[in-house]
C-alpha cells in the first residue's frame, strides 16, 4: 500500500493589523511513499493562490489553483489550510493542518479526491 504526498513552497504575507492574509504556493513535487521510503514521482508545475484571514493567533486561508502533471492533465486544487501562530524563540511560526480536495485529470473517474497534511510557514 502506498500513499502519495506533494511537497512545496508557500508564501505568504499577513496583515496583523486588517487581518488580511495573502500568497502563493508552488514549485511542488510529488513523491510515492511506501514502507517508510519515499521517492521522486514527478514535477507539479503551476501556482496556488492563497487568500483568507488572521485573527489573534488563528490563521484560516483557501489555497486554490490549478496545477500539471508529467501527463499534461491538470490538477485542480481547492483546499483550507488552517493554523497558530507561535513564537519560536523570537520568531513567528505559523503551524497547521491542510484539508480540501483536488480533481486530477481522469484519475477517480474525474471524481474529486480527498487530501489533508500539515504545513509549517516560518
Known amino acids: ?8 513552497n508557500l508564501s505568504v504575507s499577513v496583515d496583523f493589523d486588517g487581518g488580511a492574509v495573502t500568497g502563493t504556493a508552488g514549485d511542488f513535487a510529488q513523491f510515492i511513499i511506501q514502507n517508510n ?3 521522486y514521482f514527478q514535477d507539479l508545475p503551476g501556482t496556488l493562490n492563497v487568500a483568507g484571514n488572521m485573527a489573534g493567533s488563528s490563521l484560516t486561508a ?8 508529467d ?3 491538470t490538477i485542480v486544487v481547492d483546499v483550507d489550510l488552517s493554523g497558530t501562530l ?3 524563540g523570537g520568531s513567528n511560526v505559523i503551524a497547521g493542518g491542510v484539508a480540501g480536495a483536488i480533481i486530477n485529470g481522469d484519475f477517480n473517474n474525474g471524481q474529486p ?3 489533508t497534511g500539515d504545513f509549517i510557514l516560518q
Open 86 to 88: 507561535y513564537d519560536a
Open 71 to 73: 501527463f499534461n492533465e
Open 62 to 69: 483557501d489555497m486554490t489553483g490549478n496545477l500539471t502533471n
Open 37 to 39: 521510503v519515499s521517492e
Open 113 to 115: 479526491t480527498t487530501v
Open 1 to 8: 500500500n502506498s500513499t502519495n504526498a506533494a511537497v512545496g
